[in-house]
């Protein structure tokens, strides 16, 4: 009985170990996102990007997509972010998402980041928004995979996940947002549906970030939950 507040502490301060080693934090899935409100990455002011399409080109820059994918602009089977046509109603017909014709989105980041205009984004977020034909046969679920890379190599996979709600007229209650922060930096993503050439995403973002703020809190209450059980054992 003694022992359970130091377990506690213990417990504490493993949960915020990601943050003191530099291993990513992972923030997926997310669901419901509407708007970039919804985002779980804390970017600082300015140094950011947000790839909303809504251009109707890829705008931002400091990104490269391999893989088929073209913009797909305002329509009955445009499954845009809910919030970019102006009104959060659950549909985003009325505005514009990255359409995948290939199982695999393979997007690279620049290195323009920092102080020196030369380091990786630490943040990198996208809203999966839509699968249509699935194998050809059925429509509107299928597996999806999504993994992130840093400079040295795997960070977060997110395994195999079943995703889909069976509509592909550009609802959004399913969309889902993946992403991490890495402190050393995020130099991949790719996003996969191994069954479906026919999907769509959205909101790629990505630039600094800091960690959430709850993180710090905790590792605050990890601290005092050790020096409580040390003061404890001590008496
Ligand atoms: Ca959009
Ligand atoms: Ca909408
Ligand atoms: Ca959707």
């Not at 913009?71 to 089977?77: D, F, L, N, Q, T």
């Amino acid at each position: 009985m003694t022992s359970k507040p130091l377990f506690m502490a213990l417990g504490l301060l493993l949960s915020v170990i990601p943050a003191l080693s530099g291993a990513a934090t992972y923030y997926g899935p997310v669901n419901p996102y509407v708007s970039f409100d919804d985002s779980p990455l804390s970017f600082v002011g300015g140094q950011y990007r947000l790839e909303t399409w809504d251009s109707n080109s890829v705008g931002t820059g400091g990104y490269t997509i391999t893989g088929k994918a073209e913009v797909h602009a305002p329509g009955i089977y445009t499954d845009s972010v809910d919030g970019d046509d102006g009104a959060i109603d659950g549909f985003g017909t009325q505005g514009h998402s990255l359409y995948v014709s290939s199982n695999d989105l393979t997007i690279d980041f620049d290195a323009i980041w920092g102080e020196q205009g030369d380091e990786l984004p630490t943040a990198v977020g996208i809203v999966w928004t839509d699968v249509g034909f699935v194998n050809d046969t059925t429509v509107g679920y299928g597996p999806l995979t999504f993994v992130a890379y840093g400079p040295s190599g795997q960070l977060v996979s997110d395994g195999v996940r079943s995703i889909g709600d069976g509509k592909v007229t550009g609802e959004t209650g399913e969309d889902t947002f993946f992403g991490l922060y890495h402190e050393g930096g995020i130099s991949r993503i790719v996003i996969s549906m191994p069954t479906s050439v026919d999907w769509e995403v959205d909101h790629l973002q990505f630039g600094v970030a800091v960690p959430e703020p709850s993180t710090y809190a905790l590792m605050g209450l990890g601290l005092l939950g050790v020096a409580a059980a040390a003061r404890r054992r001590r008496r």
